[in-house]
Nanobody, 124 residues
Framework: VQLVESGGGLVQPGGSLRLSCAAS????????MTWVRQAPGKGLEWVSG????????VYADSVKGRFTISRDNAQNTLYLQMSDLKPEDTAQYYC??????????????????WGQGTQVTVSS
């Protein structure tokens, strides 16, 4: 299993970024997937999850209405479209695959594969 994030960078408040997570080594469409972030000096924060088919999504209250999770199962890629970014969104963003393919909640112990992360910095 390999998960490789990309798309991070420096953006001004109010700006947008799209993160990608390229997956390989497993049947991507069979697994729910999740985005998790970690701000400097803080713990992990669950951001959003999506089921295998892409028809069900959930979001943390802190990003609801600003972030959109999606996936392209033909391309084995997970996305996170981030809009109206705020300085408090600054963090390392990770995609994660659960051990239970149907799970996309916030219990980090249930995730057995993680990408290396991509840094998002929101600053003027």
């Amino acid at each position: 299993v390999q998960l490789v994030e990309s798309g991070g960078g420096l953006v001004q408040p109010g700006g947008s970024l799209r993160l990608s997570c390229a997956a390989s080594g497993f049947t991507f469409s069979s697994y729910s997937m999740t985005w998790v972030r970690q701000a400097p000096g803080k713990g992990l924060e669950w951001v959003s999850g999506i089921n295998g088919g892409g028809g069900s999504t959930v979001y943390a209250d802190s990003v609801k209405g600003r972030f959109t999770i999606s996936r392209d199962n033909a391309q084995n890629t997970l996305y996170l479209q981030m809009s109206d970014l705020k300085p408090e969104d600054t963090a390392q963003y990770y995609c994660a695959r659960p051990s239970n393919p149907y799970y996309y909640g916030s219990n980090f112990a249930d995730y057995d594969n993680w990408g290396q992360g991509t840094q998002v910095t929101v600053s003027s």
